[in-house]
């Protein structure tokens, strides 16, 4: 069961949602891009994941100091490519020359100017991907302006560890996922849904056979089905002893997961894909949403993930990251999950990841992360080792 009220009630101030700055200018800004290819298979429902990216957006100062974030680049496959450029000539044309006092004055500048052109655009996603390094950049800079981790920025009491569930299982190769579960010690994980009746039961059952009965199951179907088909399948889900379903419908409309709880009884999980922490709203109205999944790399950064955050407290949901990005975003999780009571657990990708493996030690051997204490972001994160990986990004691009 999820145990929103306990957890809601040990929430006893509301999140920080903007910090201030020691006054430096914006000397620059650069990108950098890691792509390793996938080897052991990465599968959703609407497409597979061919690359581990790690966008990069490293944001220098005139004080000599330089503050990194990572934006989601995950799909499509050219969106690092997009990416590039709205940094280069969206962003960093607003930010260079600047002295910014406040994280919000940053959120600001940017929303303002740049969401009409998104909108105007269809770019919505992209843009707020954008954003979202640069907004973690100013806050972890802001966490190191002051000699403490993000997480003891934020709370007074953050945690020392995480639990943590698997994510990845499915839709092939089940049964070595699960063993691969009990391995690192985990006790809970999240199986891929939406490849067909047949294949989704198979395996289901394939994860609880390994897992065993008190293994605690949930399910993602990355908006795989429709409200009827979401409704037929739940005693199959209710079968397997599924606590959560994300995302299962197409589109994701917050009145439809509504219905769909109604008949099911099944609590869902959604926000991965949601844009602001004003996107959130009518999901939180929703009896049924039990669990938002803001992405830091994704929603806004820091700033509007604190605020999704703060909203949720107020609806008594929980709130756990979504989590499949490099390095960088997973550090920043890590930390933005400390420093939250409503957060039960981190999600960790159990499949080799090249560009996250720079933090793949924080992982313990029973089923949690420890949260590093260094300033800003926590941990020493060396990419050396992935030099191999890093793309050519011209002059002219930057």
Not at 243 to 256: H, N, Q, S, V
């Amino acid at each position: 069961m999820l145990e929103n009220d306990q957890l809601c009630a040990d929430a006893s101030h509301a999140p920080a949602t903007t910090a201030t700055l020691s006054g430096s200018a914006v000397t620059g800004v650069a990108c950098r891009v890691y792509r390793a290819p996938v080897t052991t298979g990465v599968a959703m429902s609407f497409g597979a994941l061919d690359y581990r990216v790690m966008f990069l957006v490293d944001v220098a100062f005139d004080d000599g100091t330089v503050s990194t974030g990572e934006s989601w680049v995950n799909y499509p496959s050219w969106g690092w490519r997009e990416r590039i450029a709205t940094v280069a000539e969206g962003i960093t044309p607003l930010l260079v020359g600047r002295t910014f006092t406040n994280t919000a004055d940053v959120r600001e500048l940017l929303l303002s100017e740049l969401t009409g052109i998104a909108r105007q655009w269809g770019a919505i996603g992209p843009v707020y991907q954008a954003i979202s390094a640069i907004d973690q950049a100013f806050w972890l800079r802001a966490a190191t302006q002051r000699g403490v981790s993000l997480s003891a920025f934020l709370s007074a009491h953050p945690l020392a560890e995480i639990p943590v569930y698997g994510s990845s299982l499915g839709p092939a190769g089940v049964t070595q996922s699960a063993e691969r579960c009990l391995e690192l010690g985990l006790t809970a994980a999240k199986v891929k849904l939406g490849f067909g009746r047949e294949r989704d039961d198979e395996n289901l059952a394939s994860a609880r056979r390994v897992l065993g009965d008190a293994f605690r199951l949930f399910g993602d179907a990355n908006q795989g089905w429709s409200p009827r088909e979401a409704i037929e399948l739940a005693p199959m889900l209710r079968e397997h002893g599924i606590e959560w379903i994300e995302e299962p419908l197409a589109g994701d409309e917050p009145d439809e997961l509504g219905r769909v709880f109604g008949e099911t009884g099944i609590p869902i999980a959604t926000g991965e894909n949601l844009y602001g922490a004003d996107a959130f709203e009518p999901y939180l109205a929703q009896p049924g949403v039990a669990l938002v999944q803001p992405d830091v790399g994704k929603v806004g950064g820091v700033t509007e993930y604190q605020r999704v955050v703060a909203a949720a407290a107020a609806s008594g949901t929980l709130v756990a990251p979504h989590l499949y990005n490099g390095a960088y975003s997973t550090a920043i999780s890590i930390q933005l999950a400390a420093a939250n009571p409503t957060t039960p657990w981190l999600e960790w990708d159990i499949r080799q990841n090249p560009v996250r493996e720079p933090v793949d030690h924080l992982l313990t051997a029973h089923g949690t992360v420890a949260v590093p204490q260094g300033a800003g972001i926590g941990v020493d994160i060396e990419l050396g080792h992935l030099s191999a990986h890093r793309v050519h990004i011209s002059e002219e691009a930057q």
